[in-house]
């Protein structure tokens, strides 16, 4: 089938390549010409492992192209897939790009002729597509949906980082849809997928994506505000609480009698809050969708200032453990938001620098992918270029982003180079038991070592 994708960004083109390797024909449609150079040499605009593998190969075999221009990408397209930016802002989510893109299928779709589904990837809050998105494409079309063009709400899934795995092997496939034709569609485009396709309304939908997101992150708030419980208190171990909490039934299974942790439970550990470009965003656009309607939303509420207070708690346990940081270098290890991403939108590892400039600290930053050079801090912190230049000479290290190269790093001999051998392992990352007597090791969700 032939797919027109508006917004060549994270999910938009990890969405179209997958599709492009379903054998559809899919355009993708970007307004910002630097995205599509790359993207037409078969490479990823961004990083995401194994997107460019992907690219190359559905751009080589003809499957992906991509244009700015809609009116080339359009015709003789069976889906209209809207995967545009719904960033936060202060009453909840800007629509303006949902809007625009619905605006630009409709005015095109009368020269259209066929019948077009008209799809909306991008996360909204519940009636937005029956609403917002349906009147737009009407008002600019002068047609009907229904008889003369579909309407589907298909959310996204997908993690930074592993978004090309969670394309290809997913867990659902939620189809939100106006009517039996424009269900069709999209189950045709997704046939052959082995993980149940789940039919719905366009507003469950919708709503299916925020309960998810909010669940996990308040999940994450819950094991945060669990470590800022244990961390006031010596001899509690919100590692140890935490793995005799995973053992109940209904959070572990057993299969032949061995323990099997789910992946949910990758959401009940501490660390040092969320970010990303979803979870804040997702969590806030609930909370004022709930104002809007009325409805008190005291756990969204609750996840969010727990999140927000996260970097305060976890510098406080830093100066517990090695005293002011004032006047002192600290090092931070990790900028991007997760591990295996160059995406920095809300960072916590960019919120703990802010709490330590704030506390007069001079900071230095090392990540394995994003350069620190290309944000708005590179003037207020000392770039390094290894994880050593981070930490020689430093007062304190503390991580932020659970990189997996940060747990092979010789961290006995890194230790050695600082000023004092102080670590806060803010991801739970670092082989603590290979330090020397001599490391202060600050864990969080305990409370540090008395201050040498
Ligand atoms: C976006 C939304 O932010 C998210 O809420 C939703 O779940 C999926 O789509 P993401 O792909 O991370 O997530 O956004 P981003 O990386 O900003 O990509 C959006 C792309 O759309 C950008 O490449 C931008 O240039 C493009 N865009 C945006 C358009 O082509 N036209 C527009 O009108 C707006
Ligand atoms: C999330 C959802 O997982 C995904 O299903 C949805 O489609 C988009 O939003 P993403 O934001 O890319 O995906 O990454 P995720 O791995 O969920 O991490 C989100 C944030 O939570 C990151 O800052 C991560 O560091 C943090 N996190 C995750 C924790 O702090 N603790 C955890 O146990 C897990």
């Not at 080339?72 to 629509?95: C, K, M, Q, R």
Request: negative net charge; hydrophobic residues 45%.
């Amino acid at each position: 089938m032939k797919i027109t994708i508006i917004g060549a960004g994270y999910v938009g083109l990890v969405t179209g390549a997958g599709m492009a390797s379903m054998g559809h024909q899919v355009i993708c449609v970007d307004f910002n010409e630097a995205r599509l150079e790359p993207i037409r040499s078969g490479r990823a605009p961004f990083f995401e492992p194994g997107l460019d593998e992907l690219l190359a190969k559905v751009v080589g075999e003809g499957k992906l192209s991509a244009t700015s221009n809609l009116s080339e990408a359009l015709p003789g397209s069976d889906v209209a897939l809207i995967a545009v930016g719904t960033p936060s802002n202060p009453d909840g989510i800007d629509l303006s790009y949902i809007r625009a893109a619905a605006r630009d299928i409709g005015a095109l779709l009368p020269s259209h002729g066929g019948y077009v589904v008209v799809t909306v990837k991008s996360t909204v809050v519940p009636t937005t597509t029956e609403t917002v998105v349906r009147e737009e494409v009407e008002r600019a079309s002068g047609l009907k949906a229904g008889p003369d063009f579909g309407l589907v709400m298909n959310p996204e899934f997908l993690r930074e980082g592993c978004a090309v795995e969670d394309f290809m092997t997913p867990d659902r496939i939620v189809l939100g849809a106006l009517d039996d034709r424009s269900f069709d569609v999209l189950n045709r485009v997704y046939a052959g997928s082995d993980c149940p396709i789940l039919r719905t309304t366009l507003a469950n939908a919708e709503m299916i994506k925020y309960a998810s997101n909010t669940l996990l992150a308040m999940m994450i708030s819950f094991s945060n505000e669990i470590a800022s419980l244990c961390e006031a208190v010596p001899g509690l171990s919100e590692e140890e609480v935490m793995a005799g909490m995973h053992l109940d039934r209904r959070l572990t299974v057993r299969r032949n009698g061995e323990l099997v942790r789910p992946g949910l439970l990758s959401y009940l550990r501490a660390g040092i809050g969320f970010g990303g470009s979803c979870f804040p965003k997702d969590v806030a656009a609930l909370q004022s969708f709930g104002r809007e309607k009325g409805v008190a939303t005291r756990l969204l509420d609750a996840t969010l200032d727990t999140n927000h207070l996260r970097a305060k708690a976890v510098i406080d346990l830093l100066e517990r453990a090695s005293g002011p940081v004032g006047g002192r270098t600290v090092a931070v290890l990790g900028l991007a938001f997760k591990e295996n991403t160059d995406d920095v939108r809300e960072s916590p590892g960019l919120r703990l620098i802010k709490e330590l400039r704030d506390r007069g600290a001079r900071v230095r930053v090392h990540d394995v992918i994003v350069d620190a050079t290309t944000l708005p801090i590179a003037n207020h912190v000392e770039k390094a270029a290894t994880e050593a230049d981070a930490v020689r000479g430093a007062d304190a290290c503390v991580i932020a982003t659970k990189w997996p190269q940060y747990s092979r790093l010789d961290w006995p001999a890194l230790l050695a180079t600082m000023a004092r051998p102080v670590v806060l392992d803010g991801r739970q990352v670092v082989p603590w038991t290979t330090l020397p007597p001599s490391a202060v090791y600050v864990p969080i969700g305990a409370a540090p070592p008395a201050m040498a």
